[in-house]
Each structure stands twice: as C-alpha cells, then as structure tokens.
C-alpha cells in the first residue's frame, strides 16, 4: 500500500517561515520525481516546485527565491522550506510523488500566512 503524508503547515506572520515535509511509503521513493503544489479557495491548484530523482529542482516563478525543495532518500522525504512567507502563499500544499505514469498524492496540509 503507498501512502504520502505531507505535514508541517501552520498560521505564520508575514515574513516568516515553514518547512514542510512528504513522507512517502510503499513506493521506490529514490526514482520518483517530488512535486509541491497547492491551492487556494475558489483557485485552481498550482506548481510550486519540484525536485526529480537526481536533484534537478524548479520553482513557480510566484516562489522563486523564498522556497526550496529538497528530498532525503534514506528517510522518503521530501520538504519544502518556506522563507519569507507573504499572505498570497496561503493555501493548502499538496506532494505528488510522480514516476512515469504512477502518481501519488497526499492530503494536503495547510499553510496560513496572516498578521
């Protein structure tokens, strides 16, 4: 059975940060590429970044520069570190753990960015 779990998320400050983290199981973790995307109320869901099996990574322009993504192999983690958080950036992040035509999602886990 696979599983994703992301999990990390919060209410934050504007300026603040978050890492969130994708743990997967029942899946070769190490060939699959990671994906982070989220989705706000009433919009579509969005690429935020990715990280393939070799550590190529791409961000949304909207993150550039404020967010990483990296992964763990030995743990099937992925995360995402989320410096200088605006309130734009609140949604729910989803991980998506993609290899050829094998893809799995988890439930999300909320961020919040608010004064």
């Known amino acids: 059975q696979v599983t994703v779990v992301e999990s990390g998320g919060g209410l934050v400050q504007p300026g603040g940060s978050l890492t969130l983290s994708c743990v997967a199981s029942?899946?070769?973790?190490?060939?699959?590429?990671i994906d982070w995307y989220r989705q706000a109320p009433g919009k579509e869901r969005e690429f935020v970044a990715n990280?393939?099996?070799?550590?190529?990574?791409n961000y949304a322009e909207s993150v550039q520069g404020r967010f990483t993504v990296s992964r763990d192999n030995d743990k099937n983690t992925g995360y995402l570190q989320m410096n200088g958080l605006k309130p734009e950036d609140s949604s729910v992040y989803y991980c998506?753990?993609?290899?050829?035509?094998?893809?799995?999602w988890g439930q999300g886990t909320q961020v919040t960015v608010s004064s």
């Open positions: 998506d753990c993609r290899v050829g035509v094998m893809d799995y």
């Open positions: 029942g899946i070769p973790f190490s060939i699959y590429t």
């Open positions: 990280i393939n099996p070799g550590g190529r990574t």
